[in-house]
C-alpha cells in the first residue's frame, strides 16, 4: 500500500513538473509605435543550441519594407526561467516614421553543425512600424456579445468617432483590455508597450466575415472583416503565441 501511494505521489509531482511551454513573437505582427531602440523579441522553449555557438545568421531576417534594404543586427540569446529569449538588435536604431518586415526562418542543417529548434508557429513572416498611429487590425465578437478590437499599439483614449458592424453602429460601453492580460503567459521584453484592445458592449450578432469599420478621429475609415475566434484567439495568432507540453 505504502509503495502504491509512493508511485502515486511521484507521478504528481512529475505532472506538476511538466508546465506548458509558451513561445511567441513580439512585437505583435503589425504593431505600430515600437521604440528604435526595442529589440525584436523570439520567446522560445530552448534553443538546443551549444552555449556560445554561433547562431545561424539568417535566422532573423530584417527588412525595411518600401525600400527592401536589409536591417543589419546581431541575435542574443537571454535566459528567462525556463524559456530563451532570442533577441534581434539592429545595429542602429530602427529608424522613426518607418514600416519593417522580419522573417524568421529556420537554416537547413549542416554537416557537422547541431541544429536549431525553433517552433514552426514561430516561422514566417511579422510587420511592425515605428511610425505613431493606430491601425485597427483585427475585430472579434465575443461570446458575452462584446465587439473587440486588436489595435496596434496600446491606448487610453477611445481614437475613433464610431464603430460599425455589418454597417449598424456600434453603441455601448467602452472599455480598454491588456493583452498580456488576456493571454496569460505574454511576457514583452522591457520597453515593448505591446498592442492595444477595445472592446464594446452590445446585442449585434454577426457571422465570421462580417466587415466591421472604424472612423478614427484623425485619418480615414479603416475596416476588416470579423475575425472568426475571440480576442484571445486574434492576440494568438499575432503573436504566433503557442503552448506546448515538453
Excluded at 530563451?84 to 522580419?102: A, I, N, S
Excluded at 455601448?172 to 493583452?179: E, F, Q
Amino acid at each position: 500500500m505504502r509503495n502504491l501511494l509512493q508511485l502515486v505521489v511521484a507521478a504528481t509531482m512529475l505532472t506538476a513538473c511538466q508546465s506548458e511551454v509558451v513561445t511567441f513573437i513580439a512585437p505583435l505582427d503589425g504593431q505600430s509605435s515600437v521604440s528604435p531602440s526595442a529589440p525584436l523579441q523570439i520567446r522560445t522553449g530552448g534553443i538546443g543550441y551549444p552555449d556560445g555557438y554561433p547562431l545561424p545568421p539568417d535566422l532573423v531576417r530584417v527588412v525595411q519594407t518600401e525600400s527592401g534594404e536589409r536591417i543589419a543586427g546581431t541575435i542574443t540569446t537571454e535566459p528567462n526561467g525556463e524559456a530563451v529569449d532570442l533577441l534581434f538588435w539592429p545595429d542602429e536604431e530602427w529608424e522613426r516614421d518607418q514600416h519593417f518586415t522580419w522573417t524568421i526562418t529556420v537554416p537547413p542543417q549542416r554537416a557537422r553543425e547541431p541544429q536549431i529548434r525553433i517552433p514552426d508557429a514561430l516561422t514566417g513572416e511579422a510587420t511592425f512600424l515605428t511610425r505613431f498611429v493606430v491601425n485597427l487590425l483585427e475585430a472579434t465578437l465575443e461570446d458575452d456579445g462584446r465587439v473587440c478590437l486588436l489595435l496596434s499599439q496600446r491606448v487610453v483614449l477611445v481614437p475613433f468617432v464610431s464603430v460599425s458592424l455589418g454597417g449598424t453602429k456600434v453603441h455601448g460601453t467602452v472599455r480598454t483590455v491588456s493583452l498580456t492580460q488576456t493571454v496569460e503567459g505574454l511576457s514583452l521584453a522591457p520597453g515593448d508597450a505591446g498592442g492595444g484592445a477595445l472592446c464594446i458592449e452590445t446585442d449585434l450578432v454577426a457571422p465570421p466575415g462580417t466587415p466591421v469599420e472604424v472612423q478614427p478621429i484623425f485619418g480615414g475609415p479603416q475596416a476588416v472583416p470579423l475575425f472568426d475566434g475571440t480576442l484571445r484567439d486574434a492576440i494568438i495568432a499575432r503573436h504566433h503565441f503557442e503552448e506546448s507540453t515538453p
